[in-house]
């Protein structure tokens, strides 16, 4: 991967968290993108499926400040996010998978009434992705190349990785 080619990466995974475009991420942008879930699959914020999301949210906001909140002001700039969130996710996606596990199984849940069964349609996984920002060919890429059961679902955990995977991006060769 090139400089430009990862610069180019690297923008777009914060712009799909900076959900208010206002260039730093934060509290409100992990709440902005808990509602437009919602929204997407038509649940109610005052529900069960809804507060779960929204506490969710709140636990991937925490960790992410942890982990590239730099200055503590609870923002996270684009250079935070470079050099703070970027790098300990190529250093360590599953332990931001873990951050991320908490709204990730919300979002399947609040996607999917029928958790009766565990995973979820590698569709939902790109309608959840396109709905928080990212590049549709992204997302639809994404979502088929997970491997999928009998059952035409996907793993959660499985999904988890795959976003942490997604979200970390790989430096230039030096």
Known sequence: MDSAEYERKIASRFASFDQDGNGYIDRQDFNAAAKAVLAEFGVAARSDRGQALYDGAEAFW?????????DGDQRVTREEFVTGAAKRLRDSPARFGEIARPFLHAVLAAADEDRSRSGADPRVLARVMKVLGAPEEDADRLAAGLPVGEDGRVAENTIITAFAGYCGVEPPDA
């Open 62 to 70: 925490q960790g992410m400040a942890g982990i590239a909140d730099v």
